[in-house]
């Protein structure tokens, strides 16, 4: 059947001679996996630009619920990313990974966590400072997922670990109750423990969450 919908960009991989495989987290069907055809053909006006991590897209799909792969008829962009530097793009390949690992069991419509997702972009795209951004948006996100994290010191408890600086717990609590533009003034190496922890605390709730390969970039950007 035909249908509209918005969804999220998360990955690509290419397909054949110009097509791509992209996986998007959908507004009404949860996380999806799509054929896009002749994409990366020199004919294609759009070509790969609007497939990018986190590109929003309102799309007309051809859904067929026997299929793992269904196919994108039209779309267009909603929120996309240009020139962005160094920081802000590898905050967003990290989350983009993050989240199609978090979403990629998520296969019905739930608009909490799609509106969520969405604001939070929003929120990065306009936001001056995105120091914090990536903590505050993946700590924010654990009640949406069913693993919710109230505070710095039922996280480390939860993975039966206990936090060396008190500055860490703190840390946590300021962050899972702020805005995502929050601007608390801390260490790269403070947000990177704490990050490294919430990744564990991922991998042990989140069957086949795995290794997040981006994570090390991340921690040379906020050296």
Known sequence: MIVKTR???????DYRESSIIVKIYTENYGYQGFVVNSVRSAKSRQGMAYFQPFTV??????????????RISEFKPLLHWYAED???????????EVANKLLR?????????FNYLLVGLQNFKSSRSVDNFHLIFLLQMTPLLGI????????????????????????????????FDNQVETTGDLRYRVLEMLINYFQHHIPGFGEVHSLKVLQQIFR
């Not at 007309?60 to 269904?70: C, E, H, I, Q």
């Not at 994290?149 to 702020?178: H, P, R, T």
């Open 148 to 179: 919710t994290v109230l505070s710095g010191e039922e996280l480390f408890e939860n993975m039966n670990k206990v936090a060396d600086q008190l500055d860490i717990n703190g840390l946590v609590d300021q962050l899972l109750y702020s805005p």
């Open 86 to 96: 160094i920081k802000r793009q590898s905050i967003l390949l990290f989350l983009a």
């Open 7 to 13: 969804g999220i960009v998360l990955n690509h991989i």
């Open 57 to 70: 897209l309102d799309m007309v799909l051809y859904m067929k619920s026997s299929r793992d792969l269904n």
């Open 105 to 113: 069991n998520e296969h019905s419509e739930n608009k909490e966590l």
